[in-house]
């Protein structure tokens, strides 16, 4: 089983609309992140949250929210999304060194 | 000038080749520096972590230069399943939080080796 799993792998929503990315982990790690990805561009941090209680902004945190139910589980809301937040979203969790990473989420705008 | 810069290639190589790429960042404050590789359409996974020291993992040696800012990866003996994007990423953050970490990646470069 993956240690980072993401919901949904691929979702399709219009402009306007409510959508939450879902994250969960089994490493049993404390760090937990939230990226974007668009072509040529890399990955860019949109938040971040070392325990359940810490929540931080990232480069591009406008237009998004997040919330940290639990260690394992941090959710990110885009809570009307518009047509340039189509990109590729990433989950990660990590150690002393290392950032694992979620399977990622294909999401297109309309 | 973006904080963390990289060729975004494409690098196209013989099978067999040696290939490097560089890294640049411009925070002099940056704590720590690592190298991810990406496959088409898959999750980034850490490849190695970059030291002062310079470190090496079999074919692949990582150095850091921080009088000039940039960190290098180099393959030598390239092989067909190298062909991925090389992300590089630098630790921003000061913290008292043992290990917490602040990642700022580059755009990445992408590698074809071909046979």
């Known amino acids: 089983d993956a240690d980072v799993t993401q919901t949904p792998r691929n979702r399709i929503t219009k402009t306007g609309k409510r959508i939450m990315l879902e994250c969960s982990q089994t490493k049993g790690h404390d760090r937990m992140y939230w990226y974007r990805q668009d072509p040529g561009l890399g990955l860019q941090l949109i938040y971040y949250s070392f325990d359940v209680k810490d929540i931080n902004k990232g480069e591009i945190s406008d237009g998004y929210s997040v919330s940290r139910q639990a260690q394992a589980k941090f959710s990110l809301s885009l809570e009307s999304a518009i047509p340039n937040q189509t990109a590729l979203y990433f989950c990660a969790t990590s150690d002393y060194e290392t950032q694992y990473f979620g399977p990622g989420t294909r999401l297109l705008v309309l | 000038r973006k904080e963390v810069e990289q060729d975004p290639g494409p690098f196209n190589v013989p099978e067999g080749a040696t290939v490097a790429f560089n890294c640049t960042y411009s925070n002099s404050a940056s704590q720590s520096f690592f190298w991810y590789r990406q496959d088409c359409r898959k999750e980034p996974k850490l490849l190695m972590s970059v030291y002062s020291s310079g470190n090496e993992d079999g074919r692949f040696t990582a150095q850091l230069n921080r009088a000039s800012q940039y960190i290098s990866l180099l393959i030598r003996d390239s092989k067909l399943s190298d062909s991925a994007t090389y992300l590089c990423?630098?630790?921003?953050?000061?913290?008292?939080?043992?290990?917490?970490?602040?990642?700022?990646f580059g755009q990445g470069t992408r590698l074809t080796i071909n046979p």
């Open positions: 990423a630098v630790n921003i953050l000061r913290t008292v939080i043992q290990g917490a970490q602040k990642l700022v």
